[in-house]
């Protein structure tokens, strides 16, 4: 059990690393832990005023779920009721071969686009890491897009489909994109690794490692080097780490604002998935914000019921 804390703690901690403020605890999970508190002898916290959020982070649970994890810990091992789940380690660091030079045939954006399609389709490394019978995935969209979309890597779903962002995150950056007054077929939609990372960290989250980061990249800004967008939008920290470099320092500080990227204007905004988590306004207000300076920037039309959205 205190495994299973310790993991919870991590997941916190990173949660909050990313700079997310609040995440979703249900009043059950924690009504379940005081029982489990109690069963093995510990004094759990006064019960605290109903809430469906706690600030995220292992120092921020609340003063109320904080002791009752704290009671639980320190109960002795020997009176558990059960033993303690083995949690998968830290996955090993990769090690891949330096990022492919990619180069592009002169022509039109469809031809470049099918050669570069082609070029992912031949790479060996592209080819070993993709699970039998799955799908690379690269990119969708209008090769004429202003706002090109760029996630770090793809899931189960899109793996299945050869399609970015089409499981429940992508539901939400549709939604999105729609409440931006497009159509997603108007904007082109992207990941940065092509394949689907099989790195399982201890907290069960596949997560792209930075080599298979730093490969992709090449693919990445073959894809703008074709679609030549105004604006590009980077889903979350970890690719906008990937695209920052040392400039980077945690999602929280970096959203919101402008920055470079091979000479293109960047938008770092958080990853769609935050939004299935985070169900407050205040959350998803802060993500529409990133947004209408995506919109200003890339001269749509903003209606003030757009502009009032999330308040």
């Known amino acids: 059990m205190r495994a299973v804390l310790q993991a919870i703690s991590e997941e916190l901690a990173r949660l909050k690393a990313e700079g997310e403020q609040v995440v979703p605890v249900s009043e059950e999970a924690i009504a379940g832990l005081r029982a489990l508190v109690r069963a093995r002898g510990g004094a759990a916290a006064p019960a605290a ?8 982070g292992a120092a921020g649970t609340s003063a109320a779920v904080a002791a009752d994890f704290a009671a639980f810990a320190r109960q002795p091992a020997a009176r558990a009721a059960a ?19 990619l180069v592009l045939p002169v022509g039109d954006k469809a031809l470049r686009w099918a050669a570069l399609k082609e070029l992912a389709a031949k790479n060996p490394v592209c080819a070993e890491n993709l699970r039998p019978g799955k799908k ?17 890597a793809p899931g189960a779903e899109e793996e299945t ?4 962002f089409v499981g429940p995150a992508g539901e939400i950056l549709t939604k999105m994109i729609v409440g931006m007054g497009l159509k997603r077929e108007q904007v082109f939609v992207s990941n940065l690794v092509c394949w689907r990372p099989r790195s399982i960290e201890p907290s069960g989250r596949e997560t792209p ?40 320092t945690k999602i929280g500080e970096m959203r919101g604002k402008w920055h470079d990227f091979d000479g293109r204007p960047l938008m770092v905004t958080y ?11 205040k959350s ?17 039309p903003i209606s003030e019921k757009q502009r009032g959205y999330f308040l």
């Open 49 to 56: 005023p109903a809430r469906t959020e706690r600030p995220a």
């Open 83 to 101: 033993p303690a789940p083995k949690l998968p380690a830290a996955p090993p660091a990769k090690v891949l071969p330096p990022a492919p030079e």
């Open 136 to 152: 690379l995935v690269l990119g969708s969209g209008s090769l004429d897009a202003k706002i090109l979309f760029v996630g770090e």
């Open 161 to 164: 489909q050869g399609e970015p």
């Open 209 to 248: 490692q930075a080599a298979e980061l730093a490969y992709c990249l090449p693919f990445l800004r073959a894809m703008i080097e074709i679609v030549q967008p105004d604006l590009v939008v980077a889903l979350g920290g970890t690719v906008a780490q990937a695209l920052l470099g040392e400039r980077f």
């Open 271 to 281: 990853h769609p998935e935050y939004l299935l988590r985070a169900v407050s306004k």
């Open 284 to 300: 998803k207000r802060s993500v529409w914000e990133d947004l209408l300076q995506v919109m200003e920037r890339a001269g749509l």
